[in-house]
């Protein structure tokens, strides 16, 4: 991350030295998130998909490299209510959404996906909010967990947001300056 002995975001540190800030191709409908960056992963619409970069640490947390890469397709993003996944509770934020995933390991190592605590909802009003939730997994296999080459698991995740539309960003700790992924939630 910003590393000058990693290939990549050593490319996308040339290409934003001689580029604008808006370089990247977003989908016009999407609003850039302020904290949005020229190294920030892929953006997803529901029914595509993106690639991302999982990283390791040595044994003390530093030296950061890509251990492999992590393919997410947006499968469906709905809005629901409680009722509707056999709850009584309201959203604390506004808006339950059951998002569908698969998340498939594209690369040559293992790799961890963990949603709970890294994915945050946002729009041009609202600044980036926690959007798991402890109602976790949907229908579905559970997403969160370590795959190996080849392997892939699809799942839905309760999330709550602010309102309908907006984005959700995935983090991890080794990403936290960039989003590793961004989707783009529909607006109805």
């Known amino acids: 991350m910003g590393c000058s002995s990693e290939p990549?975001?050593?490319?996308s540190t040339?290409?934003?030295?001689?580029?604008p800030a808006a370089e990247p191709v977003v989908d016009e409908t999407l609003e850039p998130s302020p904290s949005a960056s020229a190294s920030a992963g892929p953006v997803i619409k529901v029914g595509g998909e993106g690639t991302y970069d999982v990283y390791e640490t040595d044994e003390y947390g530093e030296n950061p490299k890509v251990a492999t890469q992590l393919e997410v397709t947006v499968k469906a993003a709905e809005y629901v209510t409680?009722?509707?996944i056999d709850k009584t509770n309201e959203p604390e934020?506004?808006?339950f959404?059951?998002?569908?995933?698969?998340?498939?390991?594209?690369g040559k190592?293992?790799?961890e996906f963990a949603a709970y605590g890294m994915m945050k909802w946002e729009d041009a009003?609202?600044?980036?909010?926690?959007?798991?939730?402890?109602?976790?997994?949907?229908e579905g296999q559970d997403v969160d967990t370590t795959y190996k080459p080849g392997q892939s698991v699809t799942g839905s995740l309760i999330l709550d947001v602010?309102?309908?539309?907006?984005t959700l960003s995935y983090t991890s700790s080794l990403t936290a300056d960039a989003p590793a992924f961004t989707i783009t939630l529909p607006k109805s």
């Open 8 to 11: 990549e975001p050593e490319s």
């Open 14 to 19: 040339k290409a934003a030295a001689s580029e």
């Open 82 to 84: 409680p009722a509707e």
């Open 93 to 95: 934020h506004g808006q």
């Open 97 to 106: 959404l059951r998002l569908t995933i698969t998340v498939k390991n594209v």
């Open 109 to 111: 190592g293992e790799g």
């Open 125 to 138: 009003e609202t600044a980036a909010q926690e959007a798991t939730t402890l109602e976790g997994v949907g």
């Open 162 to 166: 602010g309102a309908k539309g907006g």
